[in-house]
């Protein structure tokens, strides 16, 4: 074939392991990758006596690893649900931030955060996304089909009206610490991920993940729409709402730990398109390990470059994602 | 055996699109669905693909279609829409391999030789090997129309249908379609396809399916039912017929629109 496979799979998860070593090693303590190797091995039990310090222990186990694996995570989810919802919605401009996904779910958990349901904050989220999401549809359907120019638009309309809703419910009830805290996150930062943030992500993907890559062939068929993808014996409906659902779910998620890291389900997935191609069982599983990656070095270069203050990778992914989606829209500038 | 089409009706929000149409679709024949715009076309190729509910009944080779697995008729029969794009990075054998879709198991990660073959077959029957390899994007319009033809013919169908596949072809590529369903039909296919062009679906149908608001208006061979008077009443013109004397079909020759109040179109 004349699109040619430029990545390949082992090459990202050697490329995706050495990332995840090298970004532990980084920090204001120095670390080497010898001490994280026998860190790890001393906590899955493989080293009985750790030569390493409790001290250098500790940042490695309590603070850089769990962190590391929530970004990883993250990148991942974020790059499938943007990947199934371009697919899905033949929207090469889909993504769970221009869409107001983000913004859904970033209302949804402050709201259950200020009703003092700290541990349902990820459901929240989940509803938030799904009820954004829905709204979307409708409002695009609403304008008299959903093309691309109005799936963004309709997701402007609801990220504004989410993030006023949410701006409000900090105004009144957030004070002094926690209301700067409640804004980095919002920005989105990885910043404090502890081991219960990155088993959340990873039940998260363990959840979804079967459903969309056992529908990987499914997306491909929508290639050129829902009659044709009818016509190849596909239950559009069904799929659509099952799919939907999971990127909800998935984005939910995400954001509750990561609050609204945009772009990543915008870069990752065309990055990596312009690389393997579209057919989705190739795709899918690329983009995600891409998309770890990426989040893991934005997020690093997030905690490090003005050390010792931390910036929200949510900036640092806009600042690679809006020229991304500049390209993009002139790219696709005939149908959008 | 052939496709057979009793007392179908398909309303939208309680408005008729289509009111007790029944047919049939000789086997290894072209038939061709011909009718003014808002006739019914698309929605009874839809109502065939089950894509829109209806009743009556539609039966082809022995299956009931509406009440068939949506795979199972998915390898039963097969749609070519009108000149449809896509902004994916596909080639044209990812395109094709579509085809396989409804054969292929849950988790298959490639084609496998067997349907390789079916997409080699479906490329070389319809002239779009030397394609293969490229994106399809890049193709021509005809070139794209025939690589969905192969996508189609790669679904290994009983019953083909097409919704004006034409509509937007030059004439060199729409004389080579219908020759290529020529050549399908005349080796078993049956074959339904919705035309704008009149005299091409004199010229190369055996069948013809004429449909008006939504009801069959004329049924039969070309000759038989293209009249002045169905053209004046179907599509509102004045025609004259005259035959083609290199083949012997008809050719319409159009005069002028009649005024909305003279035509004389069926309820």
């Known amino acids: ?336 | 055996m052939s496709l057979s089409v009793t007392a179908l009706s398909v309303a939208k929000s309680s408005t008729a699109i289509l009111s007790d149409v029944g047919f049939s679709a000789p086997a290894g024949r072209i038939t061709g669905l011909i009718g003014p715009n808002g006739a019914g076309k698309s929605t009874l190729l839809s109502a065939l693909l089950g894509l829109v509910p209806a009743q009556g009944s539609i039966a082809f080779e022995g299956n009931d279609l509406p009440r068939m697995r949506r795979r199972d008729r998915a390898r039963l029969l097969a749609l070519v829409e009108q000149s449809t794009a896509t902004e994916e990075r596909l080639s044209v054998h990812d395109v094709v391999a579509l085809g396989r879709i409804p054969y292929e198991a849950a988790w298959q990660a490639e084609p496998n030789p067997e349907d390789e073959a079916i997409i080699d077959q479906a490329l070389a029957d319809t002239g779009t090997t030397g394609f293969a390899a490229r994106r399809f994007t890049t193709l021509s319009g005809g070139e794209q129309q025939r690589v969905h033809v192969a996508r189609a013919l790669a679904q290994q169908p009983r019953l083909l249908l097409l919704d004006e596949p034409t509509s937007h072809l030059d004439i060199r590529a729409q004389l080579q379609l219908l020759a290529l369903l020529r050549q399908k039909a005349g080796a078993g296919m049956t074959i339904l396809v919705a035309l704008h062009d009149l005299n091409l679906a004199a010229r190369f149908c055996d069948h013809l399916v004429v449909l008006a608001n939504g009801r069959l208006a004329a049924q039969g061979s070309p000759a038989e039912i293209l009249t002045p008077e169905l053209l004046r009443s179907v599509y509102g013109v004045s025609a004259r017929l005259v035959s083609d004397t290199a083949n012997g079909c008809p050719l319409i020759v159009y005069d002028e629109a009649i005024a909305e109040g003279d035509a004389q179109i069926p309820d």
């Open chain 1, 1 to 336: 074939m004349t699109i040619t496979h430029r990545l390949s799979l082992p090459a990202l998860a050697v490329l995706l392991i050495a990332s995840a070593v090298a970004a532990v090693t980084f920090g204001p303590a120095d670390i080497t990758p010898g001490e994280v190797w026998s860190v790890i091995a001393h906590h899955l039990g493989i080293l009985p006596e750790s030569p390493v310090s409790r001290l250098r222990d500790a940042i490695v186990w309590e603070l850089r690893l769990p962190r590391v694996l929530t970004a990883l995570g993250v990148g991942a989810g974020l790059a499938l649900s943007g990947a199934v919802m371009q697919a899905l919605t033949r929207n090469p401009l889909a993504d769970p931030f221009l869409l107001g996904l983000s913004s859904g779910a970033a209302l949804g958990a402050v709201s259950f955060l200020l009703l003092g349901l700290t541990l349902l904050m990820p459901l929240g989220a989940f509803f938030g996304s799904l009820g954004a999401l829905a709204l979307a549809l409708l409002i695009a359907q609403l304008l008299g089909g959903a093309t691309p120019s109005r799936a963004i638009l309709a997701g402007i309309c609801i990220a504004a009206l989410a993030s006023a809703a949410t701006s409000f419910l900090i105004f009144w009830s957030a004070t002094g610490d926690s209301y700067r805290e409640i804004l980095s996150w919002l920005m989105g930062s990885l910043s404090g991920s502890i081991w219960s943030d990155a088993g959340l992500v990873y039940l998260a993907l363990a959840a979804c993940l079967p459903i969309i890559l056992a529908n990987g062939r499914a997306l491909d068929a929508f290639a050129f729409g829902d009659t044709a993808a009818a016509s190849l014996g596909i239950d559009v409906p069904r799929l659509r709402w099952t799919l939907l659902g999971a990127t909800a779910l998935l984005t939910g998620i995400m954001v509750a730990i990561g609050g609204a890291i945009g772009f990543v389900g915008l870069v990752v997935p065309h990055a990596v398109r312009l690389a393997v191609g579209s057919a989705h069982r190739k795709l899918l599983p690329h983009l995600m390990l891409a998309g770890a990656i990426f989040m893991l070095w934005t997020d690093t270069a997030a905690r490090t470059l003005f050390d010792p203050r931390e910036l929200p990778v949510g900036i640092i992914t806009a600042l690679i994602g809006a020229p991304v989606f500049l390209a993009v829209l002139l790219r696709y500038r005939r149908i959008t």
